[in-house]
């Protein structure tokens, strides 16, 4: 052989069955260490309780118990620090991790896999994985509601069109807009908590798909994993991936929710609207045009949604048609969840920061923009309504006016004391107080509405919640 014929792989871990190595390009295709090597900590986590299983219940020495469990814990430091990197030939975590205990412990290290299979191993770190994952973006989802409920605390009184249609409709409390944000990422928040129940259930021996012949103790390695329960059945427990679908879903949502906000701090920022202007933290300039200032935060946040939704939908069909039990298709559904994590994750802590500090409300231009159109029209059908006149005839009459006030180029306020009268004779002077936006919006103050009384109550229980939930 000379020097520039590549080395042929060891041959491999699995049966003497096999006579020759796999050919390398085939080696490549098959191995997962690449990505799930992001598995590593729970890998070795699971094998750890499993070693203490093994020793438990005497199927193992407990001296062997211990050694397992302290090489596995020697792996996790050199791994740590740096010095543990397995290359393609370890095919995956699972074969890597057990191979380096194998060199550190001989034959005890050989032990480790007893009543396991990679099938039930890979099943346990993915769901070990995923629940620290969604403690964390439930933390996360927090973070962004402690600072929208700041910035709308700041915000009550600030004014800003309300929209349907993208036509101005109602003028609102800035705070109440910020608030509908706060609503919807609280259900995301108790989705995940909802989802994580069924992501914290113990597949550990389930074995390759029939359980094992060993007295093994499933409930002792679930309760030192932390799983709320165990799979009831084998087949079931190798091969469900429901809770990493139903994660999608969640995270799914998570992602509408942050591309809405981030579509509507692109209009806000633009020139036509201008309710807000972008700091230089969170924004960039053009290389051509030197007078541009993009919202590249939201953008992307909104761009990155798509990966996510494609993820949900890759799992959906990865799983779709597909036999019991465990299939090689399974280790497809890795790259798709720890990609929709690491997006999930990036896009809550940017959107935090640009709310945070990215932007700042423009109250001028607020106010302007909620005084100069007719969004307080409803108010005046709503006045001639309190006053005994039918509503849909009041509407029809203020439907008139603002035809009539359009074509004079004037908005309702500069309409005068006899116009008004001419219109209706209920109008009277106290007809300004109530078209004026302050007014408009404070007067909304059914349950759930927009006036300053419902936004301060809303902020107030929001912060409460959010207290609790942090806890
Ligand atoms: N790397 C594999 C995966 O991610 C581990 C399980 C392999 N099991 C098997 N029977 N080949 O799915």
Redesign the pocket.
């Known amino acids: 052989m000379n020097n520039s014929t590549p080395k042929p792989p060891e041959k491999q871990t699995w049966s003497q069955r096999f006579e020759s190595a796999l050919h390398p390009a085939i080696a490549q295709f098959n191995a997962?260490i690449g990505f799930?090597i992001e598995l590593i900590e729970y890998d070795l986590s699971g094998s750890q309780a499993h070693a203490q299983m093994l020793a438990y219940t005497g199927i193992i020495s407990a001296e062997e118990g211990q050694q397992l469990v302290e090489g596995l814990e020697q792996i996790r430091q050199e791994y740590r620090q740096g010095y543990f990197t397995p290359g393609i030939d370890a095919e995956?975590v699972?074969f890597a991790v057990e191979r380096r205990l194998t060199e550190l412990l001989g034959d005890v290290g050989k032990k480790l896999h007893t009543a396991r299979s990679?099938?039930d191993q890979?099943g346990t770190d993915t769901r070990l994985y995923l629940r620290d994952q969604i403690t964390q973006i439930r933390q996360q989802i927090c973070d962004f509601q402690t600072v929208l409920l700041d910035l709308a605390s700041q915000h009550v009184e600030t004014l800003i069109p309300g929209y349907t249609h993208l036509q101005r409709a109602q003028p609102l409390s800035l705070a109440h807009h910020l608030l509908a944000y706060v609503e919807m990422t609280q259900r995301d928040w108790d989705r995940l908590g909802d989802l994580s129940h069924r992501v914290n259930i113990s597949p550990l021996g389930c074995g390759a798909l029939a359980g094992t012949t060993f007295p093994i103790d499933r409930h002792y390695s679930a309760n030192l994993l932390g799983f709320e329960q165990i799979y009831a059945n084998s087949l079931d427990g190798v091969s469900d991936r429901d809770f990493a679908i139903e994660f999608l879903c969640a995270a799914s949502l998570i992602m509408v929710h942050l591309s809405r906000l981030s579509e509507e701090v692109i209009l806000w920022a633009s020139e036509e609207f201008g309710f807000v202007t972008l700091k230089d933290s969170c924004s960039t300039g053009s290389s051509i045009m030197p007078q541009k200032k993009n919202p590249d935060v939201p953008e992307l946040v909104r761009g990155k949604t798509g990966r996510v939704f494609g993820h949900l939908q890759a799992l959906l069909v990865l799983m779709k048609g597909l036999p019991l039990a465990?299939n090689?298709d399974?280790?497809e559904d890795?790259e798709a969840l720890f990609d929709s994590v690491k997006t999930v994750q990036a896009c809550l802590e940017a959107m935090t920061i640009l709310m945070q500090e990215g932007l700042e409300f423009r109250p001028t231009r607020l106010n302007e923009a909620v005084a100069e159109d007719f969004s307080n029209a409803t108010d005046v059908a709503d006045y001639l309504a309190a006053k005994g006149v039918p509503f849909r005839e009041a509407y029809n009459l203020v439907g008139k006016v603002v035809k009539t006030s359009l074509a004079a180029g004037k908005l309702l306020k500069d309409l005068t004391m006899e116009e008004w009268q001419s219109i209706h004779p209920a109008f009277e002077g106290d007809i300004y107080e109530a078209i004026a936006p302050r007014q408009v919006v404070a007067a909304r103050n059914s349950a759930g509405g927009t006036g300053f009384e419902q936004v301060r109550g809303a902020i107030e229980r929001a912060k409460n919640r959010l207290s609790n939930s942090a806890q």
């Open positions: 997962s799930d995956d699972h990679r099938n890979v465990y090689k399974l280790q890795k």
